[in-house]
């Protein structure tokens, strides 16, 4: 069997040969089967005869099977667009069809990206990370289907933790230490992180001396 492409060349036609016996092989036809179909490269999609006649041994009684070339209508190519994009954007699409036909995706890696529920020509990031993403136009009368794929980096999202300014009357203990963020996107908050900041001062002791001291976080 064999396909090809709207208005592009044919293929070359071949054939396979089984029920050789005593090593014989193709080689030892007389004569090798002609190929031939009615299919042209102008032809609109669907599926043509591939008919073999005309071989010739002395040995072999041949029956002949058909194949199949199927015409698959014009070619698709796609234009992908960035492959890399931020923890935070919006639903996007990554590719276009040479056709103007709608894209769709699969993705390998449901914890980074997949399907827009309310779009499915569109991607919904999930997570950072690296996936394979395979973009899918199954063609219509005209066009025959087609699909590419590229790899979709997803870059972490900036977070800023900052500390925040502490004051303490000299003699007196260490009040609690409060930090702020800057940076969650999707809703998210500080009890989204898989580990909670800790807090912690330059100013050692219960009572350190009079002064300003460094609070930071890690």
Known sequence: NKTVYQSEPLPDLTY???GFVYGDTVSSLIAPPSLA???TSSDVQGSYPITASGAATNNYSITYIDGVLSVLGLRQTFTLTDSVRNYGDPDFSMAIA????PVTYSVDS????NVSVSDSTLLHITGAGLTRVVAIQRG???YGASTDSVFLRINKAALTITAQDAA???GEPAPP???SYQGFVNGEHASNLIQQPMVSSTASGEHPYPGTYLTQGY
């Open 37 to 39: 179909s009615t299919a």
């Open 168 to 170: 303490i009357v000299y």
């Open 177 to 179: 230490f409060v930090v």
């Open 110 to 113: 449901a914890d980074i990206a």
């Open 16 to 18: 396979r040969a089984a």
């Open 98 to 101: 040479s056709s103007g036909l």
């Open 140 to 142: 219509n009368d005209v």
